[in-house]
């Protein structure tokens, strides 16, 4: 029997994942990017992304996690050097005593009762062991050891050397141009160079952009844009992993999180939260004097030492928002051969491991813990601006 064919388009973190599990599985894979691989503007290209379990009382994405690290540890094992590095989480609440139900309790709460050894951190431990921080400010929290984060880019630039060496036909600066369809069956996709890529199915993985390419799905899904801000102090040392592991600031109500100083004693500082509402692809990229000051004066309150380090960097990058802050990965339901996997949410590097299986199952119509949540839909109700922390 002739090998089944896919044309992805998109090659980030889930379309790439995708092409390396199918062509494990066996099938022609052609994966078509508009641009270079890693694409400057995609969602997945950065210095860092956290990977953690800590999902408040959310079972699904702590047991995806979970099996999510243990495959960055496997990926680990395979490459030159290791581009998940398991920090740990430290994650802080300004309140006295983490509050019952919140982001941080509940997530507390679930890992214990899970047998994970978090060590809770109050404001004298803040002090003792994460002295960068203003510990006058954070009451209560906890550090997760079983978290880390990934250096994004580098993986993406992993990932596709893989796919490359599995026989994936990957077609840099190769902009998506529209479908090729026999009635209501997409056959393939056309691309802005003039050429034809014919398939038996075609996965649509252009993270953030999909609303633009399916405007239809424009109700669940929306664009939006988030500063990052890197900075590199003169005197790394306060922010070395030891002393200073990824983190979440009273996040809930503050959106702030971190990492430590990486290879280039660059330390990250971004937001999670509402963003920008981004209407066209080809707006710019641009992170505002307001969006720096905003994150000198959370420095300035909780991590002085950091608040006039010289900027290295700043990005704006797009989250593919859902209305419920689920994924999308499912088969079109008006077309068939086109599945979709889409609505990041801000929160979907950390399970590259684990995406290839979930996105090729998805595509054969297998079984697969969980898929089931990311499903085809319209806006859920009650959950209409839900959002993952
Ligand atoms: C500021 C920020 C911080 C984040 N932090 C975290 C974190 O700490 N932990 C975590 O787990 N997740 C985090 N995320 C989310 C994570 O980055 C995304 O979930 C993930 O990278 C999405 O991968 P993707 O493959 O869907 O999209 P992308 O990585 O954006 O890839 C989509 C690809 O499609 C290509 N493309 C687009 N349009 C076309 C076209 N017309 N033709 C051809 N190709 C096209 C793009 O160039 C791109 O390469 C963060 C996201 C942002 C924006």
Redesign the pocket.
């Given at each position: 029997m002739a090998a089944r064919s896919i044309v992805i388009?998109?090659?980030?973190?889930?379309?790439?994942?995708a092409a390396l599990e199918l062509a494990h599985r066996g099938w022609r894979v052609t994966v078509?990017?508009?641009?270079a691989?890693?694409?400057p503007?995609?969602?997945?290209?950065?210095i860092?992304?956290?990977?953690?379990m800590d999902y408040g009382s959310d079972a699904l994405y702590t047991e995806m996690a979970r099996r999510a690290i243990a495959g960055w540890e496997t990926w680990n094992a395979q490459w030159e050097r290791p581009l998940f590095h398991r920090d740990g989480f430290l994650i802080l609440t300004r309140e006295a005593e983490m509050p019952a139900g919140g982001f941080e309790q509940a997530s507390f709460a679930l890992l214990t009762n899970r047998g994970m050894p978090l060590q809770r951190i109050r404001r004298a431990d803040l002090a003792q062991r994460f002295p960068a921080w203003n510990a006058a400010r954070y009451g209560d929290g906890y550090f997760n050891p079983n978290a880390g984060?990934?250096e994004?880019g580098a993986v993406?630039t992993m990932l596709a050397r893989r796919c490359c060496r599995q026989g994936v036909s990957l077609h840099e600066q190769?902009?998506?141009a529209g479908f090729l369809e026999r009635g209501s069956t997409v056959c393939g996709v056309r691309?802005?160079q003039g050429g034809e890529h014919r398939a038996d199915c075609v996965l649509l993985?252009?993270?953030?952009?999909t609303p633009?390419?399916l405007p239809e799905l424009r109700p669940l899904l929306r664009t939006t844009?988030?500063?990052?801000l890197h900075f590199r102090p003169e005197d790394p040392r306060p922010f070395s992993a030891s002393n200073f592991p990824v983190w979440a600031a009273d996040i809930a109500r503050t959106g702030r999180?971190g990492f430590p100083a990486n290879a280039d004693n660059i330390v990250k500082v971004?937001k999670?939260g509402a963003g920008l509402e981004i209407h066209d692809?080809a707006q710019p990229r641009s992170v505002t004097e307001a969006d720096i000051a905003d994150g000198r004066q959370f420095l300035h309150e909780s991590l002085p030492a950091l608040a006039d380090a010289p900027l290295a960097g700043t990005?704006q990058?797009?989250?593919?928002d859902s209305t419920d802050g689920d994924f999308l990965i499912d088969h079109h339901p008006g077309r068939r051969g086109l599945v979709v996997?889409?609505g990041?949410?801000?929160?979907?590097?950390?399970?590259a491991p684990i995406l290839g299986a979930l996105l090729a199952d998805v595509i054969e119509r297998k079984p697969h813990p969980g898929a089931e949540r990311f499903l085809w839909r319209n806006p859920r109700a009650g959950r209409e601006e839900a959002r993952h922390i």
């Open positions: 388009v998109g090659a980030g973190a889930f379309g790439l994942a078509l990017e508009q641009g691989v890693p694409h503007d995609a969602a997945s290209t950065d860092s992304k956290v990977v953690r984060w990934a994004s993406v190769a902009p998506f691309d802005k993985a252009v993270g953030a952009w633009f390419l844009g988030h500063a990052v999180y971004a999670h692809p990005r990058c797009w989250y593919g996997a889409g990041d949410s801000g929160h979907g590097f950390k399970f």
